[in-house]
């Protein structure tokens, strides 16, 4: 018997896989074989995902801020008093 997910797991799907489904959704509006209510279905699950994704991205931000504190309990700046970032890339 399979299980019909519901609004909460969505909710706990991760950062990839919700990217993952935008890009499937780019996807298929892009491919001109999706009705015009199909669309605008996969267009509100698309919104969807791109707010959780920036609400997951945000509060990514906001740990990195916290572990990048220095040893005396103070965010690390740059000269300018923005946050300093490291360049992972």
Do not use: W
Request: aromatic fraction near 4%; hydrophobic fraction near 30%.
């Amino acid at each position: 018997m399979t299980k019909k997910k519901t609004e909460s797991d969505k909710e706990e799907q991760t950062f990839e896989k919700a990217f993952t489904r935008l890009e499937e959704i780019l996807d298929a509006m892009n491919s001109e074989e999706v009705s015009l209510d199909e669309s605008l279905k996969l267009y509100e699950e698309a919104d969807k995902l791109i707010n959780s994704c920036g609400k997951r991205l945000s509060e990514a931000e906001k740990k990195i801020q916290i572990l990048m504190k220095n040893r005396n309990g103070e965010l690390a700046t740059t000269p300018d008093g923005s946050p300093e970032m490291e360049d992972y890339s």
